[in-house]
């Protein structure tokens, strides 16, 4: 979809994108991941595809990039995904994909 990013660790403006959409609404996350976080975009290309695609779509790709990422996450993230201490970004992307998996389906259909 954007950003074609190669290996396992997710450059630093895909972790903290994760992490402020978290912070932004603990109820639903996606929801943080509105057209404003087009910012950490430097390509015009790219803040259009972000702005272009749906909140499901941006969810699907923000966890594909932290997938394998084996960075660890800052306490009060792990503490807001209620994940131990000291678990990786990847850890923490596959709970929220698997916690909204459902939306992710429907979005699809």
């Not at 403006?13 to 975009?41: D, I, P, Q, T």
């Not at 972000?50 to 306490?75: F, H, V």
């Amino acid at each position: 979809m954007m950003i074609d990013l190669k290996g396992k660790q997710a450059p630093s403006l895909v972790r903290s994108m994760f992490e402020e959409s978290v912070h932004f609404s603990r109820r639903n996350w996606m929801e943080g991941l509105n057209k404003e976080a087009s910012k950490h975009f430097y390509r015009e290309q790219h803040v259009a595809q972000w702005e272009a695609a749906s909140p499901q779509e941006r969810g699907l790709w923000l966890t594909g990039k932290l997938w394998n990422d084996p960075n660890i996450m800052p306490s009060d993230l792990c503490s807001d995904l209620d994940v131990p201490l000291g678990s990786t970004y990847a850890r923490g992307a596959r709970k929220q994909r698997e916690k909204y998996w459902q939306e992710f389906q429907i979005s699809r259909v």
